[in-house]
C-alpha cells in the first residue's frame, strides 16, 4: 500500500496515542497499581489511536463498514475516558445512556450510508454523538472539582474539547466533502482536522498524566505522615505539625493530651501480637472520633499516644481525654475474646508562654505516669503551671 504525505503525517496522531497509552500505564505501575482508573485512561488512548489508524489507512476498504469500524472505535475511546475521568472524581458513570448512544450513532451511520448516502449527515451525526457525551462528563464532574490548580486546568480543557467538536463540525463542510470521503480524507483540510483533535487529545493526556502524578505524590506524603496501622499521624509527622501550630501567631489557649494504654504487654502476651494490633487499630479509630478536625492526634510510640488541641484550655483538654478514657473503657474490641476492658491513663497539659513543643511533651509525659502512679485508667491534669 503506497502511503500519501498526508496519511504519514496523519498516522502521527495514532503513534502519539500509544505513546501516551504506554505512559499511562507506567504512571499506574509506579504509583503501586492503585489508581485503576488509569488502565481506562490508557485503553481510551489505544482505541483512539485504533479508530485514527482505520480512517487513515481505510481499513476495511469498504467505506460504509470503516464508516461503522472508525466511529464506534472513537466512540469507545470516548467512553472508556469518560469512565476513567468518573472514577477519578468519583462521579456516576451513565453507562446505559453511553451503550444507547453507541447503537445509536451506529444505526444513524448505517442509514446514511447504506439507506441513504449522505456524508455530511454522518459527520454531524458522529461529531455532535461525541460533543454532547463529552459534556455529560463535564457536567458530572463539575462539582468534584478538587480546587487544585490541575483539576481546573482538566476541566477547562475537556470543556473546551467537547464545545470544540461544535465549529469543527461546521467548519469541515466543505467542497471536499461534498465529493466523498476518498477526496476529503486525503485533502489537507483534513489534515488539519485531525491534527487539531491529536492537539486537544495530547493536552488532555498531559494535564491527566500531571494529576495522576500529583495523586501519586499526595499517597505517598501520606504514607509518609500516617501510622498504618492506627491512621494517626506517626511521631515525626506529628512533631512537624505540632511545632507549625505552636509558631502560629494566636492568641488562644493550646493543651496537649498524652495517654498510654493500660497493660498492653498482657494483651500481647495472653492474646498475642495479632490482637494487640488490632486494638492499637481500634484505638485509633476511637482517637479520630473524638478528635476534632483541627486537632492533632499521633500515634507517639508503641501503645502511646499523643494529641494537640489547638483553642483548649487545661479543663477543655481534660474533658477531652475523660471522654477518650470513657470511650476506650466502655468499647468491646473485637480481638479480646473474654470481653476484657481496654483502659488508658491519661497526662494533660497546658502550653505555657514561650513553651516548645519538646518542653509540653515532657511535662505531659510526666503526668501520665502520675496516673499510672495512682492507679491507671484516670487523668491526670497538671495545675501547677497553669496560667492565671
Known sequence: MQLTITQVLGLGSPGVSILFSLSFIFVWNYGRRKSNYLLLISAAFVFYALAATSQIL???????????????????????????????????????????????????????????????????????SVAGIILISVFRIRSNIRGALIDRIFFWTYLLFGI?????????????????????????????????LLLFAVLLALVLLAAAMLDIINALQHDRNIDSLTKLYNRRSFEERGRNALAS???????????????????????????????????????????????????????????????????????????????????????????????????????????????????ADIMLYEAKNEGKNRVALDTNTVKP
Open 164 to 196: 470544540s467538536f461544535f465549529p469543527r463540525t461546521v467548519l469541515s463542510i466543505t467542497q471536499a466533502v461534498s465529493r466523498g470521503l476518498p477526496e476529503f480524507s486525503t485533502s489537507p483540510f483534513w489534515l488539519i482536522l485531525q491534527l487539531t
Open 249 to 363: 501567631d494566636r492568641n488562644e489557649p493550646i493543651s496537649l493530651v498524652m495517654f498510654d494504654l493500660d497493660n498492653f504487654k498482657a494483651i500481647n502476651d495472653n492474646y498475642g501480637h495479632a490482637a494487640g494490633d488490632m486494638v492499637l487499630a481500634e484505638s485509633g479509630n476511637i482517637i479520630r472520633q473524638c478528635a476534632r478536625k483541627k486537632d492533632i492526634a499521633g500515634r507517639f510510640g508503641g501503645e502511646e499516644f499523643i494529641v494537640l488541641l489547638p483553642g483548649t484550655n487545661l479543663n477543655e483538654a481534660a474533658r477531652f481525654a475523660h471522654r477518650v478514657r470513657t470511650k476506650l473503657a466502655n468499647t468491646v474490641f473485637s480481638a479480646l475474646t473474654d470481653m476484657e476492658s481496654v483502659t488508658a491513663s491519661f497526662g494533660v497539659v497546658e502550653l505555657l508562654p514561650k513553651e516548645t513543643l519538646s518542653n509540653l511533651v515532657q511535662r
Open 58 to 128: 481505510f481499513i476495511p476498504q469498504d467505506t460504509g463498514l470503516n464508516a461503522l469500524v472508525s466511529g464506534g472505535l472513537f466512540m469507545s475511546s470516548l467512553f472508556l475516558l469518560n469512565y476513567g475521568v468518573a472514577k477519578r472524581y468519583q462521579v456516576r458513570f451513565d453507562l446505559a445512556i453511553h451503550i444507547l448512544v453507541l447503537i445509536g450513532v451506529l444505526i444513524a451511520l448505517a442509514y446514511f450510508f447504506y439507506e441513504n448516502r449522505n456524508i455530511i449527515a454522518r459527520i454531524y451525526i458522529l461529531n455532535f
